[in-house]
């Protein structure tokens, strides 16, 4: 039982850290204007070089194998609504680790797409 | 005014990407691997067969590639938009998904999943109509 609450703990906090650090990397890109394929290669070719893109892929790497774990031990339709989490950790990430202002309206739309993203997973067949 | 609905319209388009390219790679790369079939794993040389047949595979190469451009139009729309507004909005997909099942594998979807699909809808659109980027640019 810990070991269950602890691998989903994982999937949630480290899979929305590693999209939290990912977008501070690319945060210090800095907004991308040219979408020209050479452009698009300099930008992913800097991207690599922000330290906070690799803790970020290494926490997401982190979070898939706490997935796989979690998906040997409980069954997928208790599992995922459970990481349907993560949308709130992450508007919650936002504010705090980027500097983001979550409107009440923003709220509103995060908590809905919890709620959906439980119903889509309770409705399996 | 001009750069106000510029940054609106780019965002919507890269998550429109996000939204199409995860479903389709994730669908090519099940269906990749359903092809590849159940086998037992008991030794190394089993281990190198399947993984011969994986990555043989057109639908897993296809799979990849599709999720590869998800990747990169997620980080693109990441480097002007707040987290908080994309990950939501990419949510989307799993309606794209129900969609993609029912009408090209005709998949049985049920009432409930159904409503959570159009919960999802909700919330994207009650999150869509916040500003994308509420941070100052540097």
């Given at each position: 039982?810990?070991?269950?609450?602890?691998?989903?703990?994982?999937?949630?906090?480290?899979?929305?850290?590693?999209?939290?650090?990912?977008?501070?990397?690319?945060?210090?890109i800095?907004?991308?204007?040219?979408?020209?394929?050479?452009?698009?290669?300099?930008?992913?070719?800097?991207?690599?070089?922000?330290?906070w893109?690799?803790?970020?892929?290494?926490?997401?790497?982190?979070?898939?194998?706490?997935?796989?774990?979690?998906l040997?031990?409980?069954?997928?339709?208790?599992?995922?609504?459970?990481?349907?989490?993560?949308?709130?950790?992450?508007?919650?990430?936002?504010?705090?680790?980027?500097?983001?202002?979550?409107?009440?309206?923003?709220?509103?739309?995060?908590?809905?797409?919890c709620?959906?993203?439980?119903?889509?997973?309770?409705?399996?067949? | 005014?001009?750069?106000?609905?510029?940054?609106?319209?780019k965002?919507?388009?890269?998550?429109?990407?996000?939204?199409?390219?995860?479903?389709?790679?994730?669908?090519?790369?099940?269906?990749?691997?359903?092809?590849?079939g159940?086998?037992?794993?008991?030794?190394?040389?089993?281990?190198?067969?399947?993984?011969?047949?994986?990555?043989?595979?057109?639908?897993?190469?296809?799979?990849?590639?599709?999720?590869l451009?998800?990747?990169?139009?997620?980080?693109l729309?990441?480097?002007?938009?707040?987290?908080?507004?994309?990950?939501?909005?990419?949510?989307?997909?799993?309606?794209?998904?129900?969609?993609?099942?029912?009408?090209?594998?005709?998949?049985?979807?049920?009432?409930?999943?159904?409503?959570?699909?159009?919960?999802?809808?909700?919330?994207?659109?009650?999150?869509?109509?916040?500003?994308p980027?509420?941070?100052?640019?540097?």
């Amino acid at each position: 039982m810990a070991w269950e609450v602890f691998l989903l703990l994982l999937i949630v906090v480290a899979g929305t850290s590693g999209e939290l650090c990912v977008t501070r990397a690319m945060k210090t890109i800095g907004e991308v204007k040219n979408f020209r394929p050479g452009a698009l290669l300099r930008v992913l070719v800097r991207a690599i070089q922000v330290p906070w893109m690799w803790l970020g892929i290494a926490l997401m790497a982190i979070a898939f194998f706490a997935l796989l774990g979690a998906l040997s031990i409980e069954n997928v339709s208790f599992v995922v609504p459970v990481t349907a989490l993560s949308y709130a950790a992450g508007a919650l990430g936002g504010e705090i680790f980027l500097g983001e202002r979550v409107s009440r309206r923003r709220w509103i739309g995060v908590f809905l797409v919890c709620l959906g993203v439980t119903l889509v997973f309770i409705g399996r067949r | 005014m001009r750069t106000h609905s510029e940054l609106h319209l780019k965002t919507y388009i890269l998550i429109f990407f996000v939204v199409i390219f995860a479903p389709i790679g994730n669908v090519l790369l099940s269906k990749g691997m359903k092809s590849v079939g159940d086998s037992s794993l008991h030794s190394v040389s089993d281990l190198v067969a399947i993984a011969l047949r994986v990555f043989t595979s057109p639908f897993i190469w296809l799979g990849i590639g599709f999720l590869l451009l998800f990747f990169v139009s997620y980080l693109l729309v990441l480097s002007w938009a707040d987290y908080s507004f994309v990950q939501p909005a990419s949510a989307t997909s799993f309606g794209v998904v129900a969609l993609l099942g029912h009408f090209a594998l005709k998949e049985p979807i049920s009432p409930t999943r159904w409503l959570g699909v159009i919960v999802i809808c909700l919330g994207v659109l009650a999150v869509g109509n916040t500003h994308p980027r509420t941070t100052e640019q540097q």
